[in-house]
């Protein structure tokens, strides 16, 4: 059975959500992010997109190139609370659903038509019934795959709709610029341009051994997609909620100074777990269970963020202000919550270049090498952590065979 996978995105989600609570920011330039020159745009109109601006760009780039731009940090709780908005008219009316990002849905229909007189014709009512209850645009893609689907949204907008049936795809994608193609990026663009490719045409007419050669199993990949061919299912939709993780002590303690590395040791390892599923939190809980097994939970909300250092500084406050110094603690822990998906910011809307650098630099070490071999500097290093107590075993351990041989 041929599938029916549907792609939709909504239409410069922070600006169009914007210019919903202010009509006066409509055809103008706006642009959503860091509002100081060392900011980074986040999104921005399609008004403020023909002078060049794009997410990622400095905002002193962006405003150097439109002066009469209008810069707006954003509500984060806000854009939140839209996406559900279109996620549960979705989630009403689909049959199997996935949620790529806070502005963008898979939705699979495929064997609809047994039920529907055209699925084309149901997709155009959901998008329809999308705009008139929440009042933003949306555009869509209709195909027999996500990869497909997804790049005849990009063609579909602003505001559009686009339907590649089946058999087309190769056609449709062929007079098409390789950067359309998912997963081309800054680091491949640069290699197809050495090799004087820029049409999705010129993949399609290369032996798939080439592409191996080229760019190894992320060659088959791409060769694939240009090609049409994408086999992923829609993964069913479970928005996570929260993250967390404790740790329970062989002995009760009262040594601040480890309970505090600790803490700094676990905050850096979810940050780094939530920039890895591309997600920010808007509330930090600490946990603490005493000796006597009575357990206390404090928690506070922040601006949406998933940056080290921010999420460990509210943990600690948490800990400073509750925690009754000299009580013996038996557990620990902490709980990221409230989180949103779909981000490629740290610290959102608030994020300098510099900032952007550096995490991205350090999760690729982590990635590579494990997520205990590096930690900022106000914290003690885990793998130093775990060093220090094997070397206390093997202290432990001489000091017991010198004894037995000297014959105590």
Known sequence: MTRSIIH??????YVSVERLLDSSLNGKPVIIGGTSDRGVVASCSYEARQFGIHSA?????ARALCPQAIFIKGNMGMYSKFSTQVTEIIEKESPLFEKASIDEHYIDITGMDKYVKSSLLWTKELRQTIMKETGLPISFGLSENKTVSKIATGEGKPAGEKYVEHGTEKKFLAPLSIKKIPGIGGKTYPIFQKMGIEKIETIQSMTLLMMQKVLGENGLLIWRKANGIDNNPIEPYSEQKSMSTES??????????????????MANKLAFELRKKKKVSGCVALKLKYSDFQTHTFQTSIPYTASDQVLTQKILELFQKNYSHGAFIRLIGIKFNNLV????????????????????????????YGTDLIMPACGEMRSEKLAKDQRREMEKENEKQKRQNSGF
């Open 57 to 61: 760009m400095p905002s002193r780039q």
């Open 8 to 13: 939709m995105d909504l239409d410069s989600f």
């Open 248 to 265: 329970t002590y062989e002995k009760d303690t009262t040594d601040v100074v480890m309970l505090r590395k600790e803490l700094i040791g």
């Open 341 to 368: 998906s779909g981000f490629n910011q740290i610290n959102l809307f608030e994020d300098t270049v510099e900032q952007i650098n550096l995490y991205s630099a350090m999760d690729k070490i982590r990635i590579r």
